[in-house]
T-cell receptor, first 113, second 115 residues
Framework: AQTVTQSQPEMSVQEAETVTLSCTYDTSESDYYLFWYKQPPSRQMILVIRQEAYKQQNATENRFSVNFQKAAKSFSLKISDSQLGDAAMYFCALRGATNKLIFGTGTLLAVQP | GAVVSQHPSWVICKSGTSVKIECRSLDFQATTMFWYRQFPKQSLMLMATSNEGSKATYEQGVEKDKFLINHASLTLSTLTVTSAHPEDSSFYIC???????????FGQGTRLTVV
C-alpha cells in the first residue's frame, strides 16, 4: 500500500523568511510522481510543484523548491521569501501506476507579518 | 493550466433527498476523473475513480449505491448523493487528469449540508 506522511500539523514563518515542510512516503513502485498542493481558505486545490521520481534534479517553481531524497523516500517543500498569500494548508501527494493521488494529512502554514 | 469547473459550490438539502454534483473539464478532455471527500481540517479521501464510458471504481468502504457516479462524456462526470443523511454533509471535490496525464486539476469543491 502507498502512504504519505506529513509529520508537521502546523508551521509558522515570518514574512520574507524561508520555511521547509516535511513529507515522507512509502511505495513499492519505481515509477511515480510526487506533488505539493496548496489549499487556501477558499478550499480550491492549487498545484504548487511536482516531481517525477525518475528525475534526480529537484523541481523548482519560482520561490518553491523541493528536496527529493528517493532512497530516504523524503519529499520536502521549501518556500523562500514567504509571503502573506502563502498562508494555507499544504498537502503532499503521491501518484503511482493506479493514477490515484494519495494525500498526506496536511500542514497548516501561517505567515506572520 | 487546465480548468475544472464544479457545480454547485454549495448546496443544502433535506434528509432523504438526492443531490447531484457536476464536474466539468472546460478546456480539455478527461477520460478519468476522481471524486474526493474532505472533512473539516482533514485530508482528501478518495471516494472513487470515474472512467468515461464505463463503471466507476469505488474505494473500499464507499457505498456505490449511495454515491452514484456517471461519466457519460469526456468532459463531464457527476456524483449523485442518494437518500442523503446528515452524516453525508461534507466537502466534495473532483479532479481530472491533465493533458499529459501527470498531474491533476481540481474543481472548486462543493459544500454539502444535509438538514
Amino acid at each position: 500500500a502507498q502512504t504519505v506522511t506529513q509529520s508537521q500539523p502546523e508551521m509558522s514563518v515570518q514574512e520574507a523568511e524561508t520555511v521547509t515542510l516535511s513529507c515522507t512516503y512509502d511505495t513499492s513502485e519505481s515509477d511515480y510522481y510526487l506533488f505539493w498542493y496548496k489549499q487556501p481558505p477558499s478550499r480550491q486545490m492549487i498545484l504548487v510543484i511536482r516531481q517525477e521520481a525518475y528525475k534526480q534534479q529537484n523541481a523548482t517553481e519560482n520561490r518553491f523548491s523541493v528536496n527529493f531524497q528517493k532512497a530516504a523516500k523524503s519529499f520536502s517543500l521549501k518556500i523562500s521569501d514567504s509571503q502573506l498569500g502563502d498562508a494555507a494548508m499544504y498537502f503532499c501527494a503521491l501518484r503511482g501506476a493506479t493514477n490515484k493521488l494519495i494525500f498526506g494529512t496536511g500542514t497548516l502554514l501561517a505567515v506572520q507579518p | 493550466g487546465a480548468v475544472v469547473s464544479q457545480h454547485p459550490s454549495w448546496v443544502i438539502c433535506k434528509s432523504g433527498t438526492s443531490v447531484k454534483i457536476e464536474c466539468r473539464s472546460l478546456d480539455f478532455q478527461a477520460t478519468t476523473m476522481f471524486w474526493y471527500r474532505q472533512f473539516p481540517k482533514q485530508s482528501l479521501m478518495l471516494m472513487a475513480t470515474s472512467n468515461e464510458g464505463s463503471k466507476a471504481t469505488y474505494e473500499q468502504g464507499v457505498e456505490k449505491d449511495k454515491f452514484l457516479i456517471n461519466h457519460a462524456s469526456l468532459t463531464l462526470s457527476t456524483l449523485t448523493v442518494t437518500s442523503a443523511h446528515p452524516e453525508d454533509s461534507s466537502f466534495y471535490i473532483c479532479s481530472a487528469r491533465d493533458l499529459q496525464g501527470v498531474g491533476a486539476f481540481f474543481g472548486q469543491g462543493t459544500r454539502l449540508t444535509v438538514v
